[in-house]
Structure formats: structure tokens, C-alpha cells
């Protein structure tokens, strides 16, 4: 099992650089907890919460640490939006979005970069392409990367969200509606996605890993300006637990299998072949990356024409906390 001892101490060659920030808050204004989300879709933050990692950086300080699972990049901006977390995982994308349209949020570190979206449908149905999808039940979480996902890839062959019949759905409960047949596509998410393939012999019909924005971890504006120390300390652990996944396969899988109960096939599709988790920084390509999906909403008429993405992407990220893996 992982312990703290295991790890490089935060403080030596983490990559975490110096803030230069003004200390905004007095140790007598410190937080009683730390509320922060974990998901599936995020395995690092899984390992975090498995083994405590955080508890223990923070035993010191009498800082509890709330967890909160967020069932999708659209759970978690809510959650931040609404104050009830201080760190949540999203796609980066998403993050965006919910920037635009007023989160007050800041993205400050990369936790992966996945394949974690593709569109799906059973194996007994005629759909091959994108095309296919016209007139379509097709099952999608709004305000996530499937979402995006799938209105760029309409977009990509002439055709729009007034083309299909979106069904408004969690991501568990889309791939639920495909395998029953309540659908006629899903745009997925891992490890729903690979679970249906596995199990139900779903096909990924459209795959573009390109259109996949990277997993970026997003804190409250508030949380950030009142303790930014905080934030160096948790994205240092953050880094702990990342740099441990790449080394430690078996333990990272068997912690996700721990939790999701979830085969080992299954798991191996989501973790081997369609995750990386050898970024850490929001850098120029994961900018240009998160850039390009926001430009192609705007094109497809999901973000108002008179909104500066560039300046709002901008203005969303802080890059300040860690340095390049």
C-alpha cells in the first residue's frame, strides 16, 4: 500500500516553483477543511484519496480534507461555481465553457492527458460515421468534453446539435440508455466507455485522441487569493501521486479496480492504452490544445461570436504553481 514515506519530499524536486505571491492569509485564517473532488475519470485523484495523502500532508495544520466525487467535468463546475469544493477535476474544455460563462475559477495544473471521449454505438447498429448520426437519439452530458467532443465532430462534417436528438444524460446513465437501446449513440466517457466495449461489444465509431483536451485540475478564485500556500502544498502531493502512477502501474490499477470494481480488461483499457499522466503543467500545447476546441464552439455557434476566447482562456489559467515535468 502507498505511504507518504514513499514519496520525494514536497519540497525537493517536485517541479513546484515558487509563487512569489503575497501571503494573503494569516495561519489564524487557515481553512478547517479542504473540500476537493475525485472521479473516475481522474485516477490520479483516486490514489490521492485511497491512501490519504492529503490527510497527511495536513494532520499537521488540524486541516481536514473533505472528498467530493464529481461524476463529470460538468458535476465538478458546479460544485466550484456553488463554493461546496475548493479543487475540482474537469477536462479542459469544460473549464472553458464554464469560464465564459462566469465560473469563477482558475485551472492550474494538468492531472492527465487522456482519450477518454469517442462516439459510440452498439455493435448491431448500421451508424459507421459521423453522418450516420443524423436524425439519431444520441446520449450526451452537457457542459463536458463528450459534449464538445461531439459538437466538433458534427460540426467537422457540416451538420450541428439541430441535426440529432440529444438525450440529456450522466455519463453512467448514457451508457446505460445505449446498451438497452434507448439510444442510437452515446458520446462517451471512460471508464463507462471502455466497460460497454468490454462487456456489451460497443463500437467507437469516431476516435480523434486530437479533440481529447487534457484532465486539468481547476480551483476556486476565492480558495486561491485567500491561501495560496495551500494550493502549493496540495498541487506538491498532486505531483506525489502522479509521478507514483507512472512508476507504480500495478498499484495505481489496483487501487482503480478497488474502487470501481470495475475487470481488469476494462481497467487496462483506460489506464494503458487511453491515459497519460506524463504532464503536470498547463503549458503552451495544452493551451493551444483547450484554444482550438473553444475557437471550433465558438465557429459552431455554442460560444456567442462577441466572446475573446483567447483573453478568456487567459484569464483562466495560472501557471504559476509548478513548473514542466
Excluded at 463529470?72 to 464554464?98: P, R, V, Y
Excluded at 450516420?132 to 452537457?142: I, P, Q, S
Excluded at 460497454?196 to 476516435?207: C, K, M, T
Aim: glycine share 8%.
Amino acid at each position: 500500500m502507498l505511504s507518504r514515506r514513499g514519496f520525494l519530499g514536497t519540497a525537493i524536486g517536485l517541479s513546484v516553483a515558487p509563487l512569489g505571491l503575497p501571503r494573503l492569509a494569516r495561519a489564524a485564517d487557515k481553512p478547517s477543511e479542504i473540500r476537493i473532488d475525485w472521479a473516475t475519470y481522474n485516477p490520479v485523484s483516486m490514489v490521492l484519496r485511497q491512501n490519504g495523502l492529503l490527510e497527511k500532508e495536513f494532520a499537521k495544520d488540524g486541516i481536514g480534507v473533505r472528498w467530493v466525487q464529481s461524476l463529470g467535468s460538468n458535476k465538478a463546475l458546479e460544485f466550484l461555481n456553488a463554493g461546496s469544493i475548493d479543487f475540482g477535476s474537469t477536462a479542459g474544455s469544460a473549464a472553458l465553457l464554464s469560464k465564459i460563462n462566469g465560473n469563477p475559477i482558475k485551472s492550474i495544473y494538468v492531472y492527465s492527458r487522456p482519450e477518454w471521449t469517442a462516439l459510440v454505438t452498439r455493435k448491431d447498429t448500421p451508424i459507421a460515421k459521423i453522418e450516420d448520426l443524423k436524425g439519431k437519439r444520441v446520449a450526451v452530458t452537457r457542459g463536458t468534453d463528450p459534449h464538445i467532443f461531439l459538437v466538433r465532430a458534427l460540426q467537422s462534417v457540416g451538420l450541428s446539435e439541430k441535426d440529432i436528438q440529444p438525450v440529456l444524460l450522466q455519463h453512467p446513465d448514457g451508457k446505460i440508455a445505449l446498451v438497452r437501446g434507448d439510444v442510437d449513440a452515446w458520446a462517451g466517457l471512460d471508464p463507462m466507455m471502455a466497460q460497454a466495449q468490454v462487456e456489451d461489444g460497443a463500437r467507437l465509431f469516431y476516435r480523434n485522441k486530437a479533440a481529447n483536451t487534457y484532465g486539468i485540475l481547476n480551483a476556486s478564485q476565492d480558495f486561491l487569493g485567500k491561501y495560496p500556500d495551500l494550493t502549493k502544498r496540495v498541487l506538491g502531493v498532486y505531483e506525489d501521486a502522479r509521478k507514483y502512477c507512472l512508476s507504480h502501474y500495478d498499484e495505481e490499477k489496483k487501487v482503480f479496480m478497488d474502487v470501481t470494481k470495475l475487470p481488469d480488461a476494462v481497467v487496462d483499457i483506460q489506464l494503458k492504452e487511453r491515459t497519460e499522466l506524463t504532464f503536470n503543467r498547463i503549458g503552451p500545447e495544452q493551451r493551444d490544445t483547450i484554444l482550438q476546441a473553444g475557437l471550433a464552439l465558438q465557429q459552431a455557434g455554442v460560444i456567442p461570436a462577441n466572446v475573446d476566447v483567447k483573453k478568456t482562456l487567459d484569464d483562466l489559467i495560472d501557471d504559476r504553481f509548478v513548473t514542466a515535468a
